[in-house]
């Protein structure tokens, strides 16, 4: 193999790491911030526990997307009487 294709591989596959690598931070960061409006909504209603409708209307998300956050955060539980979600004390 000469010198240039190897050095076209070379670029070819460090392109492809590099836009895999912004595809998956932005998901990351993405992700991240739906957490964190997650949580100020449950901060800023401290001591009740709301439902994912409720925590979806105060955010920009789904309420199927606002129940898997939920159920992976650690500081978020399942509140015991209405079934709605507040934070771990």
């Given at each position: ?40 909504a ?9 439902s ?8 920009s ?29």
């Open positions: 193999m000469s010198l240039e294709v190897i050095i076209a591989i070379a670029v070819i596959g460090m392109l492809v790491f590099v836009i895999g690598l912004k595809v998956w931070l932005g998901k990351l960061l993405k992700a991240k911030m739906d957490e964190g409006s997650v949580i100020d449950l901060e800023q209603h401290s001591g009740e526990a709301l994912s409708e409720v925590i979806a209307g105060l955010t998300l789904t309420s199927d997307q606002v129940e898997q956050i939920c159920k992976k955060h650690v500081r978020i539980t399942r509140h015991p009487d209405n079934g709605g979600w507040a934070l771990k004390p």
